[in-house]
Protein backbone atom coordinates (compact mmCIF):
# COMPACT_ATOMS: atom_id res chain seq x y z
CA UNK A 1 0.00 0.00 0.00
CA UNK A 2 0.94 3.70 -1.16
CA UNK A 3 2.67 5.32 2.23
CA UNK A 4 1.26 8.81 1.32
CA UNK A 5 -2.86 8.35 -0.46
CA UNK A 6 -4.98 11.39 -1.82
CA UNK A 7 -8.76 11.10 -2.47
CA UNK A 8 -9.91 11.62 -5.26
CA UNK A 9 -7.73 11.36 -7.51
CA UNK A 10 -9.24 13.64 -10.37
CA UNK A 11 -12.52 15.70 -9.50
CA UNK A 12 -14.19 18.10 -11.85
CA UNK A 13 -16.10 20.53 -10.59
CA UNK A 14 -18.10 23.91 -10.96
CA UNK A 15 -17.24 27.81 -9.76
CA UNK A 16 -18.63 28.56 -6.75
CA UNK A 17 -19.05 24.95 -5.14
CA UNK A 18 -17.25 23.89 -1.81
CA UNK A 19 -14.09 20.92 -2.68
CA UNK A 20 -11.94 19.04 -0.57
CA UNK A 21 -9.26 17.26 -0.71
CA UNK A 22 -7.71 14.50 1.71
CA UNK A 23 -4.52 12.84 2.04
CA UNK A 24 -3.73 10.28 4.60
CA UNK A 25 -0.20 9.46 5.44
CA UNK A 26 1.12 5.91 6.76
CA UNK A 27 4.80 7.11 7.74
CA UNK A 28 4.34 8.28 11.20
CA UNK A 29 5.32 11.87 9.77
CA UNK A 30 4.56 14.92 11.66
CA UNK A 31 5.09 17.25 9.09
CA UNK A 32 2.08 17.45 5.95
CA UNK A 33 2.44 19.79 2.71
CA UNK A 34 -0.12 20.93 0.30
CA UNK A 35 1.46 22.14 -2.89
CA UNK A 36 -0.04 22.78 -6.52
CA UNK A 37 1.78 22.39 -9.79
CA UNK A 38 0.80 24.22 -12.75
CA UNK A 39 3.05 23.72 -15.71
CA UNK A 40 6.02 26.07 -16.20
CA UNK A 41 5.77 26.96 -12.71
CA UNK A 42 6.69 24.18 -10.22
CA UNK A 43 5.50 23.31 -7.20
CA UNK A 44 4.22 25.99 -5.20
CA UNK A 45 3.18 25.86 -1.50
CA UNK A 46 -0.26 26.38 -0.13
CA UNK A 47 -0.33 25.03 3.68
CA UNK A 48 2.43 23.33 6.10
CA UNK A 49 1.51 21.68 9.35
CA UNK A 50 4.22 20.26 11.57
CA UNK A 51 2.00 18.88 13.63
CA UNK A 52 -1.62 18.39 14.68
CA UNK A 53 -1.81 22.01 16.32
CA UNK A 54 0.77 23.81 14.28
CA UNK A 55 -0.54 25.00 10.49
CA UNK A 56 1.30 27.49 8.47
CA UNK A 57 0.35 29.73 5.39
CA UNK A 58 2.77 29.03 2.44
CA UNK A 59 3.14 30.70 -0.41
CA UNK A 60 0.01 31.01 -2.10
CA UNK A 61 -2.83 30.62 0.39
CA UNK A 62 -5.43 32.67 -0.77
CA UNK A 63 -8.64 30.97 -1.33
CA UNK A 64 -7.70 27.54 0.27
CA UNK A 65 -8.44 26.44 4.06
CA UNK A 66 -6.78 23.21 5.60
CA UNK A 67 -7.77 20.81 8.68
CA UNK A 68 -5.10 18.76 10.32
CA UNK A 69 -7.75 16.18 11.82
CA UNK A 70 -5.32 13.69 13.20
CA UNK A 71 -1.28 13.08 12.53
CA UNK A 72 -2.01 10.93 9.97
CA UNK A 73 -4.69 13.13 7.77
CA UNK A 74 -4.45 16.87 6.49
CA UNK A 75 -7.14 18.17 4.25
CA UNK A 76 -7.38 20.95 1.72
CA UNK A 77 -10.40 23.20 1.04
CA UNK A 78 -11.81 25.17 -1.49
CA UNK A 79 -14.18 27.34 -0.15
CA UNK A 80 -15.40 28.34 -3.08
CA UNK A 81 -13.71 27.01 -5.82
CA UNK A 82 -12.55 29.54 -8.72
CA UNK A 83 -11.21 28.32 -12.48
CA UNK A 84 -7.96 29.45 -11.80
CA UNK A 85 -7.82 26.63 -8.89
CA UNK A 86 -7.83 24.26 -11.64
CA UNK A 87 -4.15 22.59 -11.02
CA UNK A 88 -2.77 19.12 -9.93
CA UNK A 89 -2.90 19.03 -6.53
CA UNK A 90 -0.13 17.38 -4.09
CA UNK A 91 0.52 16.17 -0.59
CA UNK A 92 3.51 15.78 1.13
CA UNK A 93 4.76 14.29 4.42
CA UNK A 94 8.70 14.57 6.15
CA UNK A 95 10.06 13.66 9.20
CA UNK A 96 10.28 16.39 11.92
CA UNK A 97 14.50 16.70 11.84
CA UNK A 98 14.13 20.46 12.21
CA UNK A 99 17.49 20.36 10.31
CA UNK A 100 15.84 20.93 6.73
CA UNK A 101 17.71 17.75 5.02
CA UNK A 102 14.91 15.42 5.60
CA UNK A 103 13.55 14.22 2.23
CA UNK A 104 9.45 15.31 1.34
CA UNK A 105 7.61 12.29 0.01
CA UNK A 106 5.11 12.90 -1.98
CA UNK A 107 1.34 11.39 -2.51
CA UNK A 108 0.37 10.60 -6.49
CA UNK A 109 -1.56 13.93 -6.23
CA UNK A 110 -5.07 15.34 -7.27
CA UNK A 111 -6.48 16.35 -10.74
CA UNK A 112 -8.95 19.30 -10.21
CA UNK A 113 -10.70 20.72 -12.77
CA UNK A 114 -12.96 23.91 -12.26
CA UNK A 115 -15.65 24.78 -14.69
CA UNK B 1 14.08 34.88 -0.45
CA UNK B 2 15.44 32.30 -2.35
CA UNK B 3 14.58 30.82 -6.14
CA UNK B 4 15.26 28.13 -8.60
CA UNK B 5 15.50 27.95 -12.30
CA UNK B 6 15.44 25.17 -14.79
CA UNK B 7 16.41 27.09 -17.97
CA UNK B 8 15.33 24.21 -20.04
CA UNK B 9 11.48 23.03 -20.18
CA UNK B 10 11.97 20.41 -22.61
CA UNK B 11 15.21 18.35 -23.10
CA UNK B 12 14.35 15.65 -26.00
CA UNK B 13 17.42 13.04 -26.70
CA UNK B 14 18.37 9.86 -27.89
CA UNK B 15 18.57 6.49 -26.35
CA UNK B 16 21.82 5.93 -24.91
CA UNK B 17 22.75 9.47 -25.27
CA UNK B 18 24.35 11.84 -22.19
CA UNK B 19 21.95 14.50 -20.76
CA UNK B 20 22.10 17.34 -18.44
CA UNK B 21 19.46 19.32 -17.28
CA UNK B 22 20.29 22.20 -15.95
CA UNK B 23 19.53 24.33 -12.77
CA UNK B 24 20.64 27.59 -11.10
CA UNK B 25 19.38 28.94 -8.03
CA UNK B 26 19.67 32.00 -5.76
CA UNK B 27 19.91 32.43 -1.83
CA UNK B 28 21.77 34.93 0.22
CA UNK B 29 22.55 32.16 3.26
CA UNK B 30 23.50 28.31 2.30
CA UNK B 31 20.88 25.96 1.06
CA UNK B 32 20.55 22.21 0.61
CA UNK B 33 19.62 21.07 -3.07
CA UNK B 34 17.47 18.60 -4.30
CA UNK B 35 16.21 16.69 -7.25
CA UNK B 36 12.91 15.47 -7.46
CA UNK B 37 11.20 12.98 -10.27
CA UNK B 38 7.94 12.84 -11.44
CA UNK B 39 6.77 10.22 -13.74
CA UNK B 40 3.49 10.14 -15.59
CA UNK B 41 0.64 10.36 -13.71
CA UNK B 42 2.64 9.54 -10.19
CA UNK B 43 4.04 12.34 -7.45
CA UNK B 44 7.31 13.01 -6.95
CA UNK B 45 9.57 11.17 -6.09
CA UNK B 46 13.30 12.24 -4.47
CA UNK B 47 16.00 11.39 -7.07
CA UNK B 48 19.26 12.83 -5.09
CA UNK B 49 20.00 15.94 -2.51
CA UNK B 50 23.33 17.78 -1.54
CA UNK B 51 23.42 18.67 2.11
CA UNK B 52 27.03 18.67 2.69
CA UNK B 53 30.69 17.47 1.91
CA UNK B 54 31.51 16.36 -1.61
CA UNK B 55 29.85 18.20 -4.28
CA UNK B 56 29.29 15.01 -6.53
CA UNK B 57 25.97 13.37 -5.28
CA UNK B 58 25.05 10.10 -6.60
CA UNK B 59 21.08 9.08 -7.11
CA UNK B 60 19.07 6.23 -7.65
CA UNK B 61 18.59 4.93 -11.64
CA UNK B 62 22.47 6.49 -12.57
CA UNK B 63 22.15 10.00 -11.96
CA UNK B 64 24.01 12.52 -10.42
CA UNK B 65 24.28 16.17 -9.79
CA UNK B 66 27.44 18.39 -8.78
CA UNK B 67 27.39 22.03 -6.64
CA UNK B 68 29.06 24.22 -8.24
CA UNK B 69 28.79 27.34 -5.22
CA UNK B 70 30.35 29.50 -7.57
CA UNK B 71 27.53 29.04 -10.02
CA UNK B 72 25.33 28.69 -7.90
CA UNK B 73 24.77 25.14 -10.30
CA UNK B 74 23.25 21.87 -9.44
CA UNK B 75 23.13 19.96 -12.40
CA UNK B 76 21.48 17.36 -13.01
CA UNK B 77 23.18 14.53 -15.36
CA UNK B 78 23.16 10.94 -16.57
CA UNK B 79 25.77 9.41 -18.68
CA UNK B 80 23.28 6.92 -20.46
CA UNK B 81 19.66 7.31 -20.54
CA UNK B 82 17.05 4.86 -21.26
CA UNK B 83 13.11 5.41 -22.30
CA UNK B 84 11.98 4.89 -18.94
CA UNK B 85 14.07 8.37 -18.05
CA UNK B 86 11.33 10.15 -19.86
CA UNK B 87 9.67 12.11 -16.96
CA UNK B 88 9.70 15.82 -15.57
CA UNK B 89 12.13 16.64 -13.35
CA UNK B 90 12.64 19.37 -10.96
CA UNK B 91 15.08 20.99 -8.84
CA UNK B 92 14.65 22.22 -5.60
CA UNK B 93 15.97 24.36 -3.07
CA UNK B 94 16.01 24.59 0.92
CA UNK B 95 17.03 27.80 2.71
CA UNK B 96 19.36 26.80 6.11
CA UNK B 97 17.31 29.20 7.66
CA UNK B 98 13.77 28.85 5.63
CA UNK B 99 12.27 26.01 8.22
CA UNK B 100 11.16 23.66 6.05
CA UNK B 101 10.17 25.34 2.84
CA UNK B 102 11.53 23.88 -0.51
CA UNK B 103 11.16 25.71 -3.65
CA UNK B 104 10.63 24.06 -6.74
CA UNK B 105 12.09 25.27 -10.49
CA UNK B 106 9.59 25.68 -12.98
CA UNK B 107 10.31 21.66 -14.11
CA UNK B 108 11.93 20.34 -17.00
CA UNK B 109 10.64 17.42 -19.01
CA UNK B 110 13.29 14.98 -20.35
CA UNK B 111 11.72 13.11 -23.39
CA UNK B 112 13.65 10.02 -24.48
CA UNK B 113 13.43 8.95 -28.20
CA UNK B 114 14.41 5.59 -29.46
Known amino acids: DADVTQTPRNRITKTGKRIMLECSQTKGHDRMYWYRQDPGLGLRLIYYSFDVKDINKGEISDGYSVSRQAQAKFSLSLESAIPNQTALYFC??????????????FGPGTRLTVL | AQSVTQLDSQVPVFEEAPVELRCNYSSSVSVYLFWYVQYPNQGLQLLLKYLSGSTLVKGINGFEAEFNKSQTSFHLRKPSVHISDTAEYFCAVRNHNAGNMLTFGGGTRLMVKP
Open chain 1, 92 to 105: ATSDATGSGTDTQY
